[in-house]
């Protein structure tokens, strides 16, 4: 019989422990969220910064000499959609839509525009 006694005495710790185990279990699970949140997060950033480097790098050599061809015109124009997509600033997308939006004439204020952006 007092073994009896003995084990009741165990249930009200036994439920405790599990009830202390399960709010661990469950917050870990939700760092384990919150680290794969940031990870691929931060993942996604690291591409749209290599995209934007890359969408730079293709845009400044293009209006280097300050003279941009119909080819250079619709390959600027291209890069638009992208450079917008990674987050670029202003100072890049702006001119390059402008650029793009040109008619015949492309403006040469959108070219220095960008070439200023180019040297920073």
């Known amino acids: ?33 919150q680290a794969t949140d940031k990870a691929v997060s931060d993942g996604a950033s690291r591409v749209a910064t290599a995209a934007g480097s890359e969408i730079k790098k293709q845009a400044c050599s293009l209006v280097a000499d300050g003279l941009v061809s119909a080819s250079d015109k619709q390959a600027l124009g291209g890069l638009v959609s992208g450079a917008q997509a ?35």
């Open 86 to 120: 990674a987050g670029m600033p202003a100072e890049i997308t702006t001119p390059l839509k402008k650029i793009a939006d040109s008619g015949d004439q492309v403006p040469a204020d959108s070219i220095k525009a960008l070439q200023d952006a180019c040297a920073k």
């Open 1 to 33: 019989m007092s073994r009896a006694v003995r084990g009741r005495s165990h249930q009200p710790l036994l439920a405790a422990a599990s009830l202390a185990v399960l709010a661990i279990a469950l917050s870990g699970c939700g760092q384990v969220q």
